[in-house]
């Protein structure tokens, strides 16, 4: 049983290039979270999607930045016009809601954008 | 959700247990507890829960004080390897209302596993 898969782990752009960084959940998983974290800073939350549907995404900047998860394949986090303040670790995690009401996320290793 | 102090770092002798405090004085009844850790570059690594009761799986200890306002994080035989940073969390049960299901991290404890 395959954990989160992200890719690329690694992403390199120039400034005002696109970045997509895709996230597939671990099989039965429908829930989907994206994180960043900026060098030397903690995890900060940016989007909760379910399959077709943005839940919450009152982490995510409000311009350039959008996420989908759709139906078929992957959830993808897209950066259009990157900046250097856009270089941090995202990292994808997924979850399977428990009968007893916890939530556990399962995260990925991690996609880093390098923004030049 | 409820806020959690963690101290920022500890330090912990190979092979002694690690006992991470955390303190959530404003958790209320409907709240689990979770802790997480990140290795370094690492995506985050979930470890274990709690509501009320003390917990144990095959990576550690949750000890839940009986008013529920701090709980012990215990790595019973600390290695080397166990050098992360863990993170203490507090949210409510799914289907309480209260917003996002996503985690909020804190700045969390840096442990040190000496040699």
């Known amino acids: 049983n395959a954990g989160v898969m992200q890719n690329p782990r690694h992403l390199v752009r120039r400034r005002g290039q696109e970045a997509r960084l895709r996230c597939s959940p671990m099989?039965?998983?429908?829930?989907v979270y994206w994180y960043r974290q900026l060098p030397e800073e903690g995890l900060k939350f940016m989007v909760y999607?379910?399959?077709?549907?943005?839940?919450?995404e009152s982490g995510m900047p409000k311009e350039r930045f959008s996420a989908e998860f759709p139906k078929e394949g992957p959830s993808i986090l897209r950066i259009q016009q990157v900046v250097r303040g856009d270089s941090a670790a995202y990292f994808c995690?997924?979850?399977?809601?428990?009968?007893?009401?916890?939530?556990?996320?399962?995260f990925g290793a991690g996609s880093r954008l390098t923004v030049l | 959700d409820a806020k959690t102090t963690q101290p920022p770092s500890m330090d912990c002798a190979e092979g002694r247990a690690a006992n991470l405090p955390c303190n959530h004085s404003?958790?209320?009844?409907?709240?689990?507890v979770y802790w997480y850790r990140q290795i370094h570059s690492q995506g985050p690594q979930y470890i274990i829960h709690?509501?009320?009761n003390n917990e144990t799986n095959e990576m550690a200890s949750l000890i839940i004080t009986e008013d529920r306002k701090s709980s012990t994080l215990i790595l019973p035989h600390a290695t080397l390897r166990d050098t992360a940073v863990y993170y203490c969390?507090?949210?409510?049960?799914?289907?309480?209302?209260?917003?996002?299901?996503?985690?909020?991290f804190g700045k969390g404890t840096h442990l040190i596993i000496q040699p």
């Open positions: 995690a997924s979850s399977l809601r428990l009968s007893s009401g916890a939530n556990v996320l399962t």
């Open positions: 099989k039965g998983h429908s829930h």
């Open positions: 999607l379910q399959k077709e549907n943005i839940i919450d």
């Open positions: 404003t958790i209320s009844g409907n709240e689990y």
């Open positions: 709690g509501l009320k």
């Open positions: 969390i507090v949210r409510v049960l799914v289907g309480s209302g209260g917003g996002a299901d996503g985690l909020t």
